[in-house]
Nanobody
Framework: QVQLVESGGGLVQAGGSLRLSCAASGRTFSNYAMAWFRQAPGKEREFVATIGGSGWTVYYADFVKGRFTISRENTKNTVYLQMNSLKPEDTAVYSC?????????????????WGQGTQVTVSS
């Protein structure tokens, strides 16, 4: 069982930055690929970024490439999402998820464990 707790959300002006963190319980964090998803009001949850167990392999949704960076510190059981050049359309609840595989995936259905989410609001 893995428990995930996100933090770092908040209100920021367009063009600003935020760094989200996701702390995981458990002893074998490096055995899990991690990902960030987001859900805006009235929309389906969508993929943002994913990172493999070692941290070497990452994938991003097209709409965040060049603006967001996913990283992880396995010694701290934590995954991060650095978000720069934020836009109002980035407003959503951001959730981290863990997959029982070291291979990253963009598919929501392949993730077993989910955090509660953290709200990110970008004002224009």
């Amino acid at each position: 069982q893995v428990q995930l707790v996100e933090s770092g959300g908040g209100l920021v002006q367009a063009g600003g930055s935020l760094r989200l963190s996701c702390a995981a319980s458990g002893r074998t964090f490096s055995n899990y690929a991690m990902a960030w998803f987001r859900q805006a009001p009235g929309k389906e949850r969508e993929f943002v970024a994913t990172i493999g167990g070692s941290g070497w392999t990452v994938y991003y949704a097209d709409f965040v490439k060049g603006r967001f960076t996913i990283s992880r510190e396995n010694t701290k059981n934590t995954v991060y999402l650095q978000m720069n050049s934020l836009k109002p359309e980035d407003t959503a609840v951001y959730s981290c998820a863990a997959r029982r595989s070291i291979i990253p995936s963009e598919r929501l259905t392949e993730y077993t464990y989910w955090g509660q989410g953290t709200q990110v609001t970008v004002s224009s």
